[in-house]
């Protein structure tokens, strides 16, 4: 239930992989519940009790029922499946479940986490170990957000470890990765130092401290720390040089250097990245060759950092952006890459809560851009709160160059400027746009 979320479409490649009868609903068709359908899944977008596939309702001691936090609590089925005496479980449970006797990685953070268990499923792609990875987005190296490999070794999970609803705190992590801690989701949370909190709760987990790498960003109190151009961490990358294409640097571990490693996707921080997977990879034995191998051929993430399209004139780049951490390193990447051009960004806030909890953030992270474009907020799980809307971070954007157009108004408005630097961000349902504006810019 909620088979179109990205963690949960893991889940079900995974069961799908092993033979299991795998039903979905989602509330509304994407380009994931098409590719999911695709490969033999059924899924249903009406939530009426008729809809429930009789082989669920015959067969109550041979089904589990799998949900996300994101159903809300007066859903007809879900409802009618706990008074049939059914018991559903959350995503995380499962996923927890599922790798509670591999050697798992897990990978958390408030941002960066993504990407980071996406370049270490390509690394153990091109080595000789067995994995499986559940990723929390469509890496472009495997094509999707479940992979699954045989080979040597003990059999090694990679895990996106999601801090939402305190879900990675049902991992049982050997090793874990931490690329920040800001705070976020405070719905949930209520404050900075709860979910700093939970982030030490999720460190506590791995039983040897010589195995949970923390980015220099973060404050846990155990960990091995990493960090870019930094020589006082205990592992560092040193930066030689950057291009639009990738960005080649010096990995220094445990006394030994890595010369010359070139990562085949551009931004420092997606350095600090590769950097934090290259450690964990060498931790299990993963070969230089292969390490070195993946990272240069590393195609990066949908969304994340995405050129869409690129000609001599013209670049636009799609992003997942949506706190604004992000929004700093993604803005400042692009304005390092193309300092002559004019950068025009779209920008749709993703949660009423975030937005009136980080608005100042927003706002001055969104200054730094030439021409800014807001779209109103997406609601996702939540109702509207009074007063908070996407005028809120308009007022506070230091310069005029600003305004809120509706998502039926952006393409003509597009169309009549055609930015010859042009970033779409959020985490909602902007991501309808790419194809649109892909198609506008190649005539």
Do not use: W
């Not at 999601?162 to 050997?174: A, G, T």
């Not at 952006?321 to 960004?345: G, W």
């Not at 920008?347 to 100042?360: A, C, K, W």
């Amino acid at each position: 239930m909620g088979i179109g979320g990205i963690g949960m479409s893991a889940l079900a490649r995974y069961f799908n992989s092993l033979g299991a009868s795998v039903y979905g609903y989602d509330r509304t068709e994407s380009s994931i519940t098409e590719a999911l359908q695709n490969e033999g899944i059924s899924i249903g977008f009406i939530d009426e009790v008729e809809q429930i596939p009789q082989e669920v309702l015959a067969s109550k001691d041979r089904v589990q029922i799998v949900y996300t936090p994101a159903i809300p609590k007066d859903h007809k089925i879900y409802n009618h499946l706990v008074d049939q005496g059914y018991r559903p479980v959350k995503r995380a449970f499962v996923l927890g479940q599922i790798t509670e006797n591999s050697v798992n990685i897990s990978v958390a953070g408030t941002h960066g986490k993504t990407t980071t268990s996406c370049m270490l499923a390509a690394i153990f792609k091109a080595s000789h170990l067995k994995f499986s990875a559940f990723l929390g987005g469509i890496s472009a190296d495997i094509k999707s957000n479940f992979y699954t490999q045989e080979g040597s070794g003990p059999g090694y999970s990679i895990c996106e470890a999601d801090e939402f609803d305190r879900s990675f705190l049902q991992l049982k992590p050997n090793y874990a990765i931490v690329t920040a801690t800001d705070a976020d989701h405070l719905d949930i949370y209520g404050s900075a130092e709860e979910i700093q909190r939970s982030f030490q709760s999720f460190a506590d987990l791995v039983p040897d401290e010589r195995n949970l790498l923390k980015s220099m960003h973060t404050d846990l109190d155990k960990g091995l720390t990493y960090g870019i151009d930094d020589t006082q961490v205990r592992f560092c990358a040193e930066v030689n040089s950057r291009t639009a294409r990738g960005t080649s640097m010096d990995i220094h571990f445990n006394y030994h250097l890595l010369k010359d490693v070139f990562l085949g996707i551009p931004g420092d921080h997606n350095v600090e990245n590769a950097l934090a997977a290259t450690i964990i990879a060498l931790k299990c034995g993963v070969p230089e060759e292969n390490i070195r191998k993946a990272l240069e051929n590393f195609k990066g993430i949908k969304r994340r950092f995405e050129f869409v399209f690129e000609s001599k004139t013209q670049v636009y780049i799609d992003d997942y952006a949506h706190h604004p951490r992000e929004l700093e390193a993604i803005i400042s990447s692009a304005r390092a890459l193309y300092p002559d051009r004019t950068l025009t960004a779209v920008f749709q806030p993703h949660l009423y809560s975030r937005t009136r909890d980080f608005v100042d953030g927003f706002a001055k992270a969104l200054s730094e851009v030439d021409e800014l474009i807001l779209l109103p907020i997406y609601p996702a799980r939540e109702l509207p709160i009074p007063s908070v809307e996407s005028e809120m971070i308009l007022e506070r954007v230091s310069h005029n160059n600003k305004r809120v157009l509706q998502k039926s108004e952006l393409m003509d408005y597009l169309k009549q400027k055609s930015p010859n630097l042009l970033l779409t961000l959020g985490a909602g349902d902007i991501d309808r746009f790419p194809a649109q504006i892909k198609r506008m810019y190649q005539g």
